[in-house]
């Protein structure tokens, strides 16, 4: 095997401060692992919504202003070179409120045959 044929693009990179911890049971089923890249322009809001699963985010242009009960206040801001872990069900917004668009690295950890995102809040812990 040639070595030096093989070459490897760090896309984007964000800092967490505290230990990461990802688990998600896809039972039988197994897991579905989906990388995305992101772009929201300024003023655009994904809608409040769901995971089943969960997901690591990593900024990687512009500010992510994130909407959650589970933040102190409502709301936390996330700016180029942060990075976010979220949890399964909770509900939650992102809008870009900053003047540039707002780009975003998304990988997705969602359990086999659930979708992605859920907009029916019903299906998500509130």
Same mark, same amino acid.
């Given at each position: ?12 990179? !964000?800092? @967490? ?9 896809? !039972? ?13 322009? *300024? $003023? ?9 699963? @969960? ?5 990687? @242009? ?10 102190? $206040?409502? /709301? ?11 949890? *399964? ?8 409120? !900053?003047?540039?668009?707002? /780009? ?6 969602? *359990? ?13 812990? @509130?």
């Amino acid at each position: 095997m040639k070595r030096d044929t093989i070459r490897a693009l760090d896309i984007v990179e !964000g800092r @967490q401060d505290e230990p990461i911890e990802l688990a998600v049971d896809g !039972g039988a089923d197994g897991v579905k692992v989906t990388h995305r890249r992101i772009t929201l322009a *300024p $003023g655009v809001g994904t809608g409040r919504h769901c995971h089943h699963g @969960q997901l690591l985010v990593v900024v990687e @242009q512009g500010e992510l202003t994130h909407y959650a009960d589970a933040y102190h $206040g409502g /709301v936390h801001v996330y700016r180029a070179g942060d990075s976010v872990v979220e949890d *399964p069900r909770y509900v939650h917004e992102t809008v870009n409120e !900053g003047s540039e668009g707002l /780009v975003v690295m998304v990988t997705h950890f969602t *359990p086999e045959g659930m979708p992605t995102e859920e907009t029916d809040l019903a299906k998500c812990e @509130q």
